[in-house]
């Protein structure tokens, strides 16, 4: 794309609610700008992952403590694969793609993400992994923890029930057994509880445009990312 060439390389940090589509849309910017792409909720999928595989979450019980003493055993790594057009997250050396996305994660994953010690490490290695610019980051908290230097912020948003609907396609589409009821009530706890954990909460930065893509197709959404991507470019020069 001939209008992104020479631009200078800036941080976007991409925020928002679950299952709003912000994979998605990052995926898509990164492609088109050339720049890294990272799903900062892959990470703490991971952990929490590694957590459920090495008895630190038991019938339901999580066991902080335990967590705690395992993180410094678990190493989190990206690599980019050409299939995907997007970077596949390892778990000391085992891709742990396939696996960090079923609903027993989903539903562990809030807890653990509140865990003090859990955001340190994750948020040292992401600001690592961005210190160059020309990274897309998602999660809840890059505008406002990880980048609050980010140049462009987005702060995506849709409507609940549009959120569960596509995350139960996308399970259903895996061949998962999964109720449309079940995903939409764990989609309004994550909001519940990623808005009102104490560390991190999710909210808006108020530097951050706030993107509603509840009826909004991804081609869409591009041609608005393009008109915010060139105004932060115009004010930088
Ligand atoms: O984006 P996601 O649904 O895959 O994220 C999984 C969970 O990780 C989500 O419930 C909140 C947490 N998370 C977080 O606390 N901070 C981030 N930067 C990214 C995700």
């Known amino acids: 794309m001939e209008c992104y060439t020479n631009n200078k390389k800036i941080v976007i940090a991409i925020d928002g609610f679950s299952s709003c589509g912000k994979s998605t849309f990052a995926k898509a910017i990164a492609a088109r700008l050339g720049y890294i792409f990272i799903d ?25 403590d335990e967590i705690i003493r395992l993180l410094d055993n678990i190493s989190i790594s990206f690599r980019f694969n050409p299939m995907r057009g997007a970077s596949d997250i390892y778990v000391n050396g085992d891709i742990v793609e396939g696996k960090i996305r079923t609903i027993e994660v989903s539903n562990f994953v809030s807890a653990v993400s509140s865990i003090r010690q859990v955001r340190e490490k994750l948020v040292a290695i992401q600001k690592q992994m961005g210190a160059s610019r020309g990274v897309v980051m998602d999660g809840r908290d890059i505008g406002t923890v990880v980048f609050p230097d980010a140049e462009l912020k987005i702060y995506m948003t849709a409507d609940a029930k549009v959120r569960a609907q596509r995350r139960y396609d996308e399970l259903k589409a895996k061949g998962d057994d999964v109720s449309f009821d079940e995903i939409l009530e764990n989609v309004i706890s994550r909001d519940h509880q990623d808005m009102n954990r ?15 893509n509840s009826y909004m197709t991804i081609e869409q959404q591009m041609e608005w990312f393009d008109r915010e991507f060139l105004r932060v470019q115009n004010s930088l020069q």
């Open 40 to 64: 900062t909720g892959a990470m703490y999928r991971s952990v929490t992952l590694y957590a459920l595989e090495h008895g630190a979450i038991r019938s339901g019980i999580v066991n902080e």
């Open 198 to 212: 104490t560390i991190s909460p999710l909210r808006q930065a108020e530097d951050a445009i706030v993107l509603d």
